[in-house]
Nanobody, 129 residues
Framework: QVQLVESGGGLVQAGGSLRLSCAAS????????MGWYRQAPGKQRELVAA???????NYAKSVKGRFTISRDNAKNTVYLQMNSLKPEDTAVYYC???????????????????????WGKGTLVTVSS
């Protein structure tokens, strides 16, 4: 079983910064991509930023130039540095891990299991005007 634990959310004034972290734990062999999604009240969940194991990144247009995603593959951790925050960035931010390969041991043989996607429970970011 894999768990994603987010941290770093909170209340900040417009123009301020926050850094979110998400650590994946469990019998992880590798993770293809990790990313952040957000969901504001009354709106659908949307992609904020994602990063592959090779370091390729993808950002929503609304956060390009303000947010930076990074990743520590050795620690299975992804970060989101958020600068120049705006009230419209207020949302619950969810960590996502796509293509998580885990391992299982049986009779001394390690097996890599098929990949599964996982979600964190979310961390609230509130930006006041």
């Amino acid at each position: 079983q894999v768990q994603l634990v987010e941290s770093g959310g909170g209340l900040v004034q417009a123009g301020g910064s926050l850094r979110l972290s998400c650590a994946a734990s469990g019998s992880i062999f590798s993770i293809n991509a990790m990313g952040w999604y957000r969901q504001a009240p009354g709106k659908q969940r949307e992609l904020v930023a994602a990063i592959t194991s090779g370091g390729s990144t993808n950002y929503a247009k609304s956060v390009k130039g303000r947010f930076t995603i990074s990743r520590d593959n050795a620690k299975n951790t992804v970060y989101l540095q958020m600068n120049s925050l705006k009230p419209e960035d207020t949302a619950v931010y969810y960590c996502n891990a796509q293509g998580v390969f885990t391992t299982a041991q049986a009779m001394g043989v390690m097996t890599v299991l098929p990949p599964i996607d996982y979600w964190g429970k979310g961390t609230l970011v509130t930006v006041s005007s």
